[in-house]
């Protein structure tokens, strides 16, 4: 008997520590194309800002592995899988068995075709790996400017990690504002200015259509949409990430918007199992598959793979989307639905100085929230949506924005609340504040 594991992240480490709980003794591999132990990937940016020392950047203590009987094979790429003869194929023609396989292989940045780039530009780099704010430290040394060409979250952190080096960085985004799908046109604004008033440009509306480049094949500039030219000796790609379904490609691993599995986690593939950013599960409040990349749903979808893997039965009901982030001091965490997508959903809004609150409802229930300048009680208000409750005997609490106080009202079923998924909402959810 013995575990595989392809991955090295937040689900990987949820599967272990589930797997542990029930078979204390079956070999775990795991397999991961980068050479560190797992670590915390939200925290590339503050390294790349210099803000955070190597030996922090670790999501686990060192000797993990060790305590927890894991062999971990680093720095080796999966390169297919054998799963008739249940086995994953490295790159240098070794074969690793396995029983039970998890695959946990993550998201990749997605590309779009732009006129001018190829792959061997250089200068030219993502932002969702440690080698990148690496890659990133290295070149902010001898260019002192850098396009980042998307607003999202992944855009707004590489931004935040180049300024904080000295590097005069500009966000293109195409979209009205910067975290134009987490946030609305008001929070969108104030998150704009205090990165405007850190030193960091944006330009939204509009996007790159041409990537300039020298003799050497460096990136000199873009060009955007406009026709506004804008130079640069650095440029992220922050467009998008999308499921890292390489290795399942034409196999019988059902794949649609990302690998499908049941609610134990386990693919089309008896056996064989998916869980975090590679996978498309139940979103809670759009009662359809998606992909919801974010780290705690990548965590609790490993622990429910695990436990299925290691013989007990668990089940994994879905999640919502869940941003938290701080921009120079201003926290913000979304939950849910953050815009009405129907006549049926009305939002409130509490403006007080610089706490910004904002309150979806359909309805008695909460379907999403914004909350800016203060964001105690995100995790209970996370809990509200998730467990589509009636509110009605709360909203008072909530329209007050007096968010202790209703934490304090529901304390008693919050504690009876799955521990597991307490554990995941603490093990990521706040890693950017």
């Known amino acids: 008997m013995s575990y595989v594991i392809i991955g090295n992240s937040y689900a990987a480490v949820g599967a272990i520590e589930a797997i542990r709980q029930v078979d204390r003794d079956t070999a775990i591999t795991v397999i991961s194309d980068e050479p560190y132990r797992c670590y915390a990937r939200p925290l590339i940016t503050f390294w790349l800002g210099r803000a955070t020392a190597t ?111 000295g590097v005069d960085t500009t966000i293109v985004e195409l979209g009205p504002r910067v975290l134009a799908v987490a946030l609305d046109e008001y929070s969108g604004q104030v998150a704009s200015r205090r990165l405007n008033d850190n030193g960091i440009k944006t330009v939204t509306g509009v996007t790159a259509q041409e990537i300039l480049v020298n003799k050497k094949n460096e990136v000199t500039g873009v060009v955007l949409q406009d026709g506004r030219r804008m130079e640069c000796g650095i440029l992220v790609l922050a467009i998008g990430v999308r499921p890292n379904v390489d290795l399942v490609k034409d196999t019988g691993v059902s794949v649609e918007r990302g690998i499908v599995t049941d609610e134990r986690m386990q693919t089309t593939v008896p056996g064989v199992y998916a869980a975090g950013d590679v996978v498309q599960n139940y979103n809670i409040l759009m009662a359809r598959q998606d992909v919801i990349a974010i780290v705690p749903l990548a965590y609790e979808q490993g622990r429910v793979a695990g436990l299925n893997m290691a013989g007990r039965h668990a089940e994994y009901k879905g999640g919502i989307g869940m941003n938290s982030v701080e921009i120079y001091g201003l926290p913000i965490m979304t939950m849910g639905l953050t815009n009405p997508v129907s006549e049926s959903q009305q939002s409130e809004v509490l403006v007080e100085g610089e706490i910004y609150r904002k309150f979806v409802f359909e309805g008695n229930r909460l379907v999403g929230a914004i909350l800016m300048g203060q964001v105690d009680c995100g995790g209970v208000l996370t809990h509200l949506i998730r467990s589509k409750r009636d509110v009605e005997p709360l909203k008072e609490y909530i329209r007050r924005g007096d968010l202790l106080a209703l934490s304090a009202f529901i304390k008693t079923e919050c504690s009876c609340y799955s521990p597991e998924w307490v554990r995941a909402q603490e093990s990521g959810f706040y890693f950017y504040k």
């Open 55 to 165: 030996r922090n950047m670790y999501y686990r203590p060192a000797d993990f592995y060790k305590r927890k009987k894991v062999e971990p094979m680093l720095g080796r790429r999966a390169a297919s899988i054998d799963f008739s003869g249940r086995a994953v194929l490295l790159e240098n023609g070794d074969r690793v068995a396995y029983d039970k396989l998890l695959i946990a292989t993550g998201g990749k940045p997605f590309i779009p075709p732009i006129k001018g780039y190829t792959p061997g530009v250089k200068h030219v780099h993502t932002f969702t790996k440690w080698d990148d704010a690496k890659a990133l430290y290295a070149l902010s040394k001898r260019h002192k400017k850098a396009v980042v060409i998307g607003g999202g979250l992944i855009g707004l952190k590489a931004s935040e990690g180049l300024n904080d080096v």
